[in-house]
Protein backbone atom coordinates (compact mmCIF):
# COMPACT_ATOMS: atom_id res chain seq x y z
CA UNK A 1 0.00 0.00 0.00
CA UNK A 2 1.45 3.46 -0.86
CA UNK A 3 0.33 6.53 0.65
CA UNK A 4 -1.39 9.14 -1.19
CA UNK A 5 1.37 11.59 -2.54
CA UNK A 6 -1.02 14.72 -2.11
CA UNK A 7 -1.06 14.12 1.73
CA UNK A 8 2.74 14.27 1.66
CA UNK A 9 3.39 17.91 1.24
CA UNK A 10 7.12 19.26 1.32
CA UNK A 11 8.17 21.17 4.76
CA UNK A 12 9.75 24.36 3.15
CA UNK A 13 8.80 27.44 1.69
CA UNK A 14 11.48 30.15 2.70
CA UNK A 15 13.89 27.88 4.58
CA UNK A 16 14.27 29.28 7.54
CA UNK A 17 17.51 28.26 9.22
CA UNK A 18 16.47 27.62 12.61
CA UNK A 19 13.92 25.16 12.38
CA UNK A 20 11.40 24.80 15.03
CA UNK A 21 10.81 21.70 17.07
CA UNK A 22 7.25 21.18 15.60
CA UNK A 23 8.63 21.57 11.68
CA UNK A 24 11.09 18.79 12.64
CA UNK A 25 8.61 16.39 14.17
CA UNK A 26 6.72 17.19 11.05
CA UNK A 27 9.81 16.33 8.74
CA UNK A 28 10.49 12.95 10.99
CA UNK A 29 6.80 12.06 10.08
CA UNK A 30 7.21 13.00 6.52
CA UNK A 31 10.11 10.82 5.95
CA UNK A 32 8.75 8.10 8.01
CA UNK A 33 5.39 8.18 6.22
CA UNK A 34 6.46 8.27 2.79
CA UNK A 35 9.38 6.38 2.89
CA UNK A 36 8.17 3.23 4.40
CA UNK A 37 11.58 2.07 6.33
CA UNK A 38 11.38 -1.26 7.38
CA UNK A 39 13.98 -2.04 9.71
CA UNK A 40 15.11 0.03 13.02
CA UNK A 41 18.05 0.72 11.43
CA UNK A 42 16.07 2.97 8.69
CA UNK A 43 14.34 4.33 11.10
CA UNK A 44 17.52 5.35 12.76
CA UNK A 45 19.10 6.74 9.83
CA UNK A 46 15.62 8.92 8.95
CA UNK A 47 16.31 10.13 12.58
CA UNK A 48 20.31 10.91 11.83
CA UNK A 49 18.75 12.95 8.92
CA UNK A 50 16.65 15.06 10.92
CA UNK A 51 19.02 15.39 13.06
CA UNK A 52 21.35 16.53 10.19
CA UNK A 53 18.86 19.62 9.41
CA UNK A 54 18.13 20.98 12.93
CA UNK A 55 21.83 21.24 13.05
CA UNK A 56 22.02 22.75 9.55
CA UNK A 57 24.35 20.34 8.22
CA UNK A 58 22.19 19.08 5.62
CA UNK A 59 19.64 21.25 3.92
CA UNK A 60 16.06 21.14 4.16
CA UNK A 61 15.69 21.88 0.74
CA UNK A 62 18.73 18.71 -0.14
CA UNK A 63 16.44 16.21 2.11
CA UNK A 64 13.15 17.36 0.56
CA UNK A 65 14.31 17.15 -2.96
CA UNK A 66 15.58 14.05 -2.28
CA UNK A 67 12.51 12.26 -0.94
CA UNK A 68 10.21 13.84 -3.55
CA UNK A 69 12.47 12.05 -6.17
CA UNK A 70 12.63 8.86 -4.38
CA UNK A 71 9.07 8.40 -3.85
CA UNK A 72 8.71 8.61 -7.91
CA UNK A 73 11.33 5.52 -8.11
CA UNK A 74 9.23 2.93 -6.65
CA UNK A 75 6.44 1.61 -4.24
CA UNK A 76 8.80 1.45 -1.57
CA UNK A 77 11.27 4.24 -1.81
CA UNK A 78 13.21 4.10 0.75
CA UNK A 79 16.23 2.23 -0.26
CA UNK A 80 16.64 5.06 -3.26
CA UNK A 81 16.34 7.87 -0.91
CA UNK A 82 18.88 6.97 1.20
CA UNK A 83 21.63 5.96 -1.45
CA UNK A 84 20.64 9.10 -3.02
CA UNK A 85 20.70 11.20 0.04
CA UNK A 86 23.98 10.07 1.16
CA UNK A 87 25.25 10.33 -2.71
CA UNK A 88 24.03 14.10 -2.82
CA UNK A 89 25.61 14.95 0.99
CA UNK A 90 28.79 13.07 -0.29
CA UNK A 91 29.19 15.35 -3.47
CA UNK A 92 28.81 18.80 -0.79
CA UNK A 93 31.53 17.02 1.46
CA UNK A 94 29.02 15.62 3.89
CA UNK A 95 29.33 12.13 4.97
CA UNK A 96 26.21 10.71 6.70
CA UNK A 97 27.41 8.23 9.34
CA UNK A 98 25.89 4.90 9.76
CA UNK A 99 23.60 4.44 12.23
CA UNK A 100 24.46 2.49 15.27
Same mark, same amino acid.
Given at each position: ?6 ? =?? *?? &?? #????? %? ?10 ? $???? =?? *?? &?? #????? %? ?10 ? $? ?25 ? $? ?15
Amino acid at each position: MVADQTR =LK *PL &SG #AEDQS %LSDNKLEDLRAL $LKVG =LL *PA &SP #AQEAF %LDKVVSYVAQGT $LSLRMVEGTFVWARNQAEWPYPYFEQA $LRERARRVGIKISKAL
